[in-house]
Nanobody, 124 residues
Framework: QVQLVESGGGSVQAGGSLRLSCTASGDTGSMRYMGWFRQAPGKERDWVAG????????FYADSVKGRFTSSRDNAKNTVYLQMNSLKPEDTAMYYCAAKRPEGPWFRSDSYNYWGQGTQVTVSS
């Protein structure tokens, strides 16, 4: 059994920063690839970032590149999403997910475990 728990969401003004955390428990050895998604009301769930927990290599959607940074602390089984220069359009529920070895990073069906989400609200 795998569990993912996100935290760190909140409300900030445009230009502000937040750091999301995603802590894994259970069969964490199988969670080499971790991704972040977000979903705004009435919109589809969009991929935001990904990280290879072994190598630390990261990947980002164009919409957040240069503003968001993903990192990991394997000793704590935790991945992070540092979000800087936040914009109102970043407002969404943010989810972390564990990805299968196969499949593209940006497809939600490449992931087999999901957290419950944490809300991020950015006001103008």
């Amino acid at each position: 059994q795998v569990q993912l728990v996100e935290s760190g969401g909140g409300s900030v003004q445009a230009g502000g920063s937040l750091r999301l955390s995603c802590t894994a428990s259970g069969d964490t050895g199988s969670m080499r690839y971790m991704g972040w998604f977000r979903q705004a009301p009435g919109k589809e769930r969009d991929w935001v970032a990904g990280i290879n927990r072994s190598s630390g290599v990261t990947f980002y959607a164009d919409s957040v590149k240069g503003r968001f940074t993903s990192s990991r602390d394997n000793a704590k089984n935790t991945v992070y999403l540092q979000m800087n220069s936040l914009k109102p359009e970043d407002t969404a529920m943010y989810y972390c997910a564990a990805k299968r070895p196969e499949g593209p990073w940006f497809r939600s069906d490449s992931y087999n475990y999901w957290g419950q989400g944490t809300q991020v609200t950015v006001s103008s």
